[in-house]
């Protein structure tokens, strides 16, 4: 017990790149000693590459998950949770040389390892506010996570689905494959396709959820009332969380994955709907005054306007003033002039 101690606290100070010559040569004897040793030893060196890796420009959040990585070795444990940061964020590398064989990747996000697999654990991926992440499945599909969400799986080969769960906003381009359907859970609906692309909305805070296909087909169950749905392309679903009803609707699809190419739209949104959006984009609070009327409807798009200009351009239409402090923006009832 002693000594798996100190070979888990030299691992430490390997991968830090903190390791003495004494150090080096007492790992390499240790891996010498059997093959459960270099397993071992692979284990934690491919756990410590998915929490580390920084490819395109996007950098994972380094020191929280090292020092997860460092939690997981104390206790055996091994649950990954990727939280991905943008490059605006300075941060060391403290990388293993083997780290580079996965740098030769050529899509932003992460494959996770089959041999990971058979440990049955959750991978959680995160998206920080204000920003989007783009993630790679291990079976090939692609998925953007927009401002603040989450996006989670088992790592189960045993599974007979590909199930993941969705907290907040994401759009799927799924790897067809005819033996294991992709479930996408959330909340208040799940959402059944092969192989297919859709945009599904799905905030904590929001009143409705939704889900817009894009291509293929989808069939998105109600959790509360058991009812299904399937939808075309063109189409959306929406779930009201008050009244627990489920609705079909034409829209423009391309309005509802904007998003992606760091665009925002609106098509006749209520200004509620705008506010809430504004605040993910632009990553701030935004505190209303109760006597707002919110009648006004907007049809806009955003591209590179900051959020002042934005607001600027609100406030030609509708009875606001506003006042921006750091990351609060106090929006109140006035005249227009």
């Not at 969380?241 to 699809?253: A, I, P, Y």
Request: hydrophobic share 40%.
């Amino acid at each position: 017990m002693e000594r798996e101690k100190k070979f888990e606290a030299l691992l430490v100070r390997y991968f830090e790149k903190d390791a003495s010559e004494e150090d080096l040569l007492q790992l390499k004897a240790y891996l010498n000693e059997s093959k459960e040793n270099c397993k071992r030893f692979d284990e934690l060196n491919e756990i410590y590459q998915l929490t580390d890796i920084t490819a395109k420009g996007w950098l994972y959040d380094i020191d929280s998950n090292w020092n997860q990585l460092k939690a997981r070795i104390q206790s055996n444990s091994i649950a990954p949770v990727v939280k991905m940061v943008s490059n605006k964020i300075h941060m060391l590398w403290k990388t293993a040389a083997v780290i580079a064989l996965l740098l030769a990747t050529t899509f932003m996000g992460l494959f996770i390892s089959d041999r990971l697999a058979v440990d049955s654990r959750m991978v959680k991926f995160v998206a920080p506010k204000g920003e989007k992440s783009k993630v790679i499945l291990d079976d090939g599909t692609l998925v953007w996570l927009n401002s603040g969400s989450e996006l989670s799986y088992h790592l189960d080969k045993r599974s007979k689905t590909r199930k993941v769960d969705l907290t907040g906003e994401g759009y799927f381009e799924v790897s067809k494959n005819k033996e294991l359907p992709f479930v996408v859970h959330t909340k208040r609906f799940d959402i059944k396709v092969l192989g297919t692309q859709f945009n599904v909305s799905a905030y904590d805070s929001d009143i409705v959820n939704e889900a817009t296909l894009k291509e293929g087909s989808i069939s998105v169950l109600n959790n509360r009332t058991g009812k299904y749905l399937d939808i075309e392309p063109g189409e959306q679903v929406k779930v009201n969380l008050k009244t627990n009803k489920m609705t079909v609707e034409n829209v423009r699809v391309d309005d509802y994955m904007a998003w992606i190419e760091n665009k925002l739209r609106f098509d006749n949104s209520s200004f509620l709907e705008v506010v809430k959006k504004l605040e993910r984009w632009y990553d701030v609070n935004i505190i209303l005054d109760d006597e707002l009327l919110y009648k006004e409807r907007y049809t806009m798009t955003v591209k590179t306007e900051s959020l002042r200009e934005v607001l600027e351009l609100i406030q030609i239409t509708t009875p606001i003033h506003y006042k921006i402090e750091e990351e609060k923006v106090f929006i109140t009832y006035g005249n227009l002039d």
